[in-house]
């Protein structure tokens, strides 16, 4: 899920699915041909995200190119299939696809490989890590011989730090501190957080009511009530904060989000599962410290947060959405991921200060109904 820093934007093993499981196939074959080494390498960088084959026939841009007599890398790419093209821009993005596209005309090889790592380290200020790190896994890779050692060197140095959590504790520091500081202040989080909510709260004010005058079991058991009207009030915040923040995001910067149906179910069921965990810790913990008297029940409810992103990052791993690096770089994203929240939750109220007042009294509203039903 990428909430905020990798929802949205899918987080399902994130380079896997750019890279077609990490492989490339070597465009030295073709260069005896009549056409642009550096057309063929964007052609293979292109074609990797289009399959997770390495497989020849399965490179349609790659082999249009070699068999075109010449014509440039713009010119192929508007005669493949439209499936193949379709599938290369939901993985890139539209305006990502045009870029390195337009990158291939370079003619100068120092210029193509800094212009190329170049864009790799935009695409990171622009929150898409798991294009940067196809890029840079391409210039690491065997297909990228042809590269300065250098910049193959920096590339697969920046690997480690993103996708493995290496580099040295400043670097890794700056790059993680550089992801809460880009989340927590991104308005696509921050208005998506306020419409969810929003949406949360009137629903759940809509549903509990008619619950509680139920003559069946959730209208005798005050519990069981709560929980399945939160549990109702979820699904349409899930589809307001995904579609908000999204939206946002597409019109801030056209082409670069990916809509397929794919990348729509994995954003919704991660997004679903880290909300539904949220809320179900959030509660655990919150009874918990009122069981124990606790003096201090925020930092109950900070654990809560912390231990439902946890789960829901960790239900990630399972389901292969996201990559497994170990204990440490797991936990760090955790605590990144909560301080965003933190944050980026503060803003909203601050943004939108009668948006927070209006979901406040009906909250205290629904407290009220939920006292007097235990009474």
Known sequence: MTLPNTTL????????????????????????????????????????AATNSTSSSEAPLSQALTASGGQSLAQVWRRISTPARSQIESNWGATQVATLVQLADETDPELFASDLFSFAQNLEQQNQPERA???????????????????????????????????????????????FLEGAT??????????????????????LPRMMRSTGLLGRVPFATRLAASSLATVPEVGAFWATSKGLRELMHPGTTQWDLATTGRELTGLAMTLGLLKGSGFVFGRTAQALRSSRPQLWQHAGMLAGIGGGHGAESLLGWREWHGWMPFL????????????????SHTMFPRLYQYNQGLSRQMSQMEARQVQ
């Open 186 to 207: 991104d308005p696509t989080m921050v208005v998506g957080m306020a419409v969810g909510s929003t949406v949360f709260t009137g629903a759940r004010s809509l549903i």
């Open 133 to 179: 790190l196809a890029i840079y896994g391409f210039i690491s890779s065997e297909a990228g011989q042809s590269f300065p050692q250098l910049m193959r060197e920096r590339s697969q140095h920046r690997l480690e730090i993103i996708a493995q959590g290496g580099g040295s504790f400043s670097e890794q520091f700056e790059y993680q501190m550089g992801n």
């Open 332 to 347: 760090t994203d955790v605590g990144i991921t909560g301080m965003q929240f933190h944050v980026g939750g503060q803003l």
């Open 9 to 48: 934007g899918g987080s399902s093993s994130a380079h896997t699915l750019i890279l077609g499981g990490g492989n490339f196939s070597s465009p030295s074959s073709a260069q005896g041909r009549d056409t642009s080494t550096h057309a063929l390498m964007i052609a293979a960088l292109l074609d990797a």
